[in-house]
């Protein structure tokens, strides 16, 4: 993988950005009903002949290179009335506290060789989105993808359009949105309907205030890395959200058996369970981990996603004397997933041949470059004299 670069911003004092919200001593800041399904289920659409991610599959597993956007959404009055305005001190202690929380991700899961691209701009929406709950998002999201040129018959599918040209034009293997909401005026932090920070299981966005509820923009590093596992495919613990301890999630297909609810067995601490005090002491469970696609099995510290082989198809051709054609294909086998579509993001790096044992040679790729999980090769062979082995 190419290094990529992260670019850290200065941290600047929260509290003098936005209000202190009051939280009572014994009260423990708690996320609730975080983790969404969006409704373009993944598994009915199929992916390009190559096995690399496709559109409806903006975060199948963490691992890799992933593109952020962080979209500061700034309501303009054309709509409804603007009592929230972005400044340039606000905008920069939120992308620090998002950094963090990447940064944390990437140092926990040491063999999925993360690295993350952190994009950050301001786009315009008639609505003010801190005064509408979850049942008004489709306002504000949609009104803020066409700003940022993403036009569509809904907002999901602007949503998976904006992260699928983010993907690209990153060069990334996955990529997500976060949407942020300024709450600096809002008394609690919280959109109306009482939410502060949620996300679509496997993407494509996930949807913050800029005060993180009850957590205060100092500590929103914990939610977002929370809501990070669940654009990964993770899901929630925590007892309240009521989460089966047989439901299954991630590429992988992983049964969430260390939820809180109903007694499934095991308190195993984790960011999933609960946010503040697990990122605080770097705790990550096993069934989590499994979900967000981080199993080795083999113990070989190359993850089971990522751990697969490619397969070349050859064709013979050849007119009386002329010199033999040697044409096919190279395409890398990805893990079967029982959930998603079957993805890879491994790239055939080369294909190379040789003559009866001799030295190896390396084939040119068909159009000019190695660069996808499957690529087309052709050579024309030396005219030999007598059978030789290729």
């Given at each position: 993988m190419k290094p990529i670069y992260v670019f850290l911003v200065p941290v600047l004092a929260a509290m003098l950005l936005f209000p202190s919200l009051p939280v009572a001593a014994q009260e423990q800041p708690s996320l609730t009903g975080d983790a969404l399904r969006a409704p373009i289920s993944l598994q009915t659409h199929a992916i390009r002949g190559s096995n690399m991610p496709a559109r409806y599959q903006p975060s199948a597993f963490m691992a890799g290179h992933v593109a952020v956007q962080v979209v500061f959404v700034e309501s303009d009055g054309t709509i409804?009335?603007?009592?929230?305005?972005?400044?340039?001190?606000?905008?920069?202690a939120v992308t620090a506290q998002i950094t963090t929380a990447l940064t944390w991700w990437h140092d926990r899961l040491p063999d999925a060789h993360l690295s993350f691209d952190v994009s950050t701009q301001v786009a315009a929406t008639g609505y003010e989105p801190v005064t509408h709950g979850l049942d008004g998002e489709h306002l504000w999201i949609g009104d803020t993808l066409s700003h940022m040129g993403y036009p569509g018959k809904d907002y999901f599918e602007q949503?998976?359009?904006?992260?699928?040209?983010?993907?690209?034009?990153?060069?990334?293997?996955?990529?997500?949105?976060?949407?942020?909401?300024?709450?600096?005026?809002?008394?609690?932090?919280?959109?109306?309907?009482?939410?502060?920070?949620?996300?679509?299981?496997?993407?494509?966005?996930?949807?913050l205030t800029s005060n993180a509820g009850p957590y205060g923009t100092s500590k929103m590093a914990s939610v977002v890395t929370h809501e990070m596992g669940h654009i990964f495919g993770a899901l929630d613990q925590y007892a309240s959200a009521a989460t089966p301890c047989t439901e299954q999630s991630g590429?992988?297909?992983?049964?969430?058996?260390?939820?809180?609810?109903?007694?499934?067995?095991?308190?195993?601490?984790?960011?999933?369970?609960?946010?503040?005090?697990?990122?605080?002491?770097?705790?990550?469970?096993?069934?989590?981990?499994?979900?967000?696609?981080?199993?080795?099995?083999?113990?070989?510290?190359?993850?089971?996603?990522?751990?697969?082989?490619?397969?070349?198809?050859?064709?013979?051709?050849?007119?009386?004397?002329a010199r033999p054609m040697v044409s096919g294909q190279a395409i890398d086998q990805p893990l079967p997933s029982i959930r998603q579509a079957t993805v890879t993001i491994n790239h055939i790096d080369r294909v190379e041949y040789r003559v009866n044992g001799g030295a190896w040679m390396w084939?040119?790729?068909?159009?000019?470059?190695?660069?996808?999980?499957?690529?087309?090769?052709?050579?024309?062979?030396?005219?030999?004299d007598g059978q030789y082995a290729v």
């Open positions: 409804e009335p603007s009592r929230e305005d972005w400044t340039a001190e606000q905008m920069s949503a998976y359009a904006a992260d699928d040209a983010l993907r690209h034009a990153r060069g990334a293997d996955w990529a997500t949105t976060l949407f942020v909401a300024n709450s600096a005026h809002d008394d609690d932090g919280r959109f109306a309907d009482g939410l502060f920070g949620y996300a679509y299981v496997n993407g494509p966005f996930m949807v590429y992988l297909n992983v049964a969430n058996t260390n939820s809180q609810y109903n007694n499934c067995g095991t308190h195993n601490p984790s960011i999933m369970q609960d946010a503040l005090p697990s990122y605080e002491n770097k705790q990550i469970d096993d069934t989590a981990l499994g979900q967000l696609g981080y199993r080795d099995a083999d113990g070989d510290h190359i993850l089971d996603p990522v751990d697969t082989a490619p397969n070349v198809q050859v064709e013979w051709a050849q007119s009386g004397t084939l040119p790729a068909a159009d000019g470059s190695y660069s996808d999980a499957s690529e087309a090769i052709s050579v024309t062979l030396p005219l030999y």
